[in-house]
């Protein structure tokens, strides 16, 4: 197997690094790593202590990199049909702040004050925090959808007319909104709800979620 990913699959950044493998058909293997519970010598290759990394055994050692938003880099110039990231260079750049703007606030908010406490809580056998989930629902959420739904209007993509790497890095944030039992509402933020679901349509994004969502019931987390 050429391609190794290390990381957790409910990790968004990891998601965000399959959905890039699978768009552009490339075959790969998953080593689970605990984000909580690393061996010592994972810090040899993510040095941040950071899921995921990707290996690529094609190339002689040192053949690993850390940070997805690098990996996705490296997988588009490697592999670059389709193309992920936009050739005209102000879309490109949107892109590529859309990606860090997921990567960010997205993923602090959503992550943090949503997904670790409904969930990964639970399956560490904590306890929810109610109190911090309502203030993100109620406070951090609403400005971060506002904007995304400004966004995305009623364009099918975030940049330009194609599949990008803004799509990939939002869209996967949002699989972990809807892990933690929440729905995006159409009422209030009408185009993001519907560009998120068609993104979640996606074959590439599909095959991520259902395996994500039989490991979850699985644990009772669902």
Same mark, same amino acid.
């Given at each position: 197997?050429?391609? %190794?990913?290390?990381?957790?699959?409910?990790?968004?950044?990891?998601?965000?690094?399959?959905?890039?493998?699978?768009? =552009?058909?490339?075959?790969? =293997?998953?080593?689970?790593? !605990?984000?909580?519970?690393? +061996?010592?010598?994972?810090?040899?290759?993510?040095?941040? =202590?950071?899921?995921?990394?990707? $290996?690529?055994?094609?190339?002689?050692?040192?053949?690993?990199? +850390?940070?997805?938003?690098?990996?996705?880099?490296? %997988?588009?110039?490697?592999?670059?049909?389709?193309?992920?990231?936009?050739?005209?260079?102000?879309?490109?750049?949107?892109?590529?702040?859309?990606? @860090?703007?997921?990567?960010?606030?997205?993923?602090?908010?959503?992550?943090?004050?949503?997904?670790?406490? #409904?969930?990964?809580?639970?399956?560490?056998?904590? @306890?929810? !925090?109610?109190?911090?989930?309502?203030?993100?629902?109620?406070?951090?959420?609403?400005?971060?959808?506002?904007?995304?739904?400004?966004?995305?209007?009623?364009? $099918?993509?975030?940049?330009? !007319? @194609?599949?990008?790497?803004?799509?990939?890095?939002?869209?996967?944030?949002?699989? !972990?909104?809807?892990?933690?039992?929440?729905?995006?509402?159409?009422?209030?933020?009408?185009?993001?709800?519907?560009?998120?679901?068609?993104?979640?349509? #996606?074959?590439?994004?599909?095959?991520?979620?259902?395996?994500?969502?039989?490991?979850?019931?699985?644990?009772?987390?669902?």
């Amino acid at each position: 197997m050429a391609l %190794i990913v290390y990381g957790a699959s409910l990790s968004p950044f990891v998601r965000k690094v399959r959905v890039m493998l699978a768009e =552009k058909g490339l075959d790969y =293997k998953i080593e689970y790593v !605990n984000p909580f519970s690393q +061996p010592p010598e994972f810090a040899d290759i993510s040095p941040l =202590k950071r899921i995921p990394v990707l $290996r690529d055994t094609d190339r002689p050692e040192p053949n690993t990199l +850390p940070d997805s938003s690098v990996i996705c880099d490296y %997988i588009d110039h490697k592999w670059p049909t389709p193309a992920l990231y936009p050739a005209e260079p102000f879309e490109r750049a949107q892109a590529l702040w859309l990606e @860090e703007y997921a990567d960010s606030l997205v993923a602090q908010s959503i992550g943090l004050g949503l997904f670790f406490e #409904r969930v990964v809580k639970k399956l560490i056998g904590g @306890e929810c !925090n109610e109190t911090v989930v309502t203030g993100t629902i109620r406070d951090k959420l609403p400005p971060i959808f506002d904007y995304l739904d400004k966004m995305i209007g009623a364009r $099918r993509f975030l940049v330009g !007319n @194609e599949f990008s790497i803004a799509d990939i890095a939002v869209a996967s944030m949002f699989v !972990n909104y809807d892990h933690a039992g929440e729905t995006i509402d159409s009422k209030c933020w009408p185009n993001l709800s519907r560009y998120v679901a068609e993104m979640h349509m #996606r074959p590439s994004f599909g095959t991520c979620v259902d395996g994500e969502r039989r490991f979850l019931e699985r644990q009772g987390a669902a």
